[in-house]
């Protein structure tokens, strides 16, 4: 399970929430985990190209997309599946503004409900 030191949002043009992971007592270093949705020029796409796609670490793949988000609020675990990979977040470091808004950005992303949400 990876360890979230701190979530950002966006909200406009692109719905964005960013995860970051890592930055341990041990270690600096951060990778991103993040999920982006732009719906104001998603009706110019094709129907397979639309939704949250996923980029960890700065690697996106076009075709991965978010499939699923559970968020377990008691153990402060958020689980995000795509077709491809499944990542499971600790986000007990997380204050709880970000964690809120976290969840309001999930559930814009989910305007035509291609994910499942649970605990959002």
């Not at 732009?38 to 076009?62: A, C, Q």
């Not at 958020?78 to 007990?92: G, N, P």
């Amino acid at each position: 399970m990876d360890v979230v030191s701190f979530i950002t949002t966006e909200t406009g043009d692109d719905l964005i929430v960013s995860f970051a992971i890592g930055g341990d007592d041990d270690s600096l270093e951060l990778e991103s985990l993040t999920l982006i949705r732009t719906p104001k020029y998603e009706r110019m796409l094709d129907d397979w190209e639309r939704g949250v796609k996923i980029s960890f670490g700065g690697n996106t793949n076009e075709d991965e997309f978010l499939e699923e988000v559970h968020f377990d609020e008691k153990t402060a675990t958020v689980r995000l599946k795509s077709d491809a990979t499944t990542y499971e977040l600790d986000i007990r470091r997380v204050d709880r503004r970000e964690v809120k808004a976290m969840c309001e950005v999930l559930r814009k992303m989910n305007l035509d409900g291609r994910v499942q949400l649970s605990g959002v």
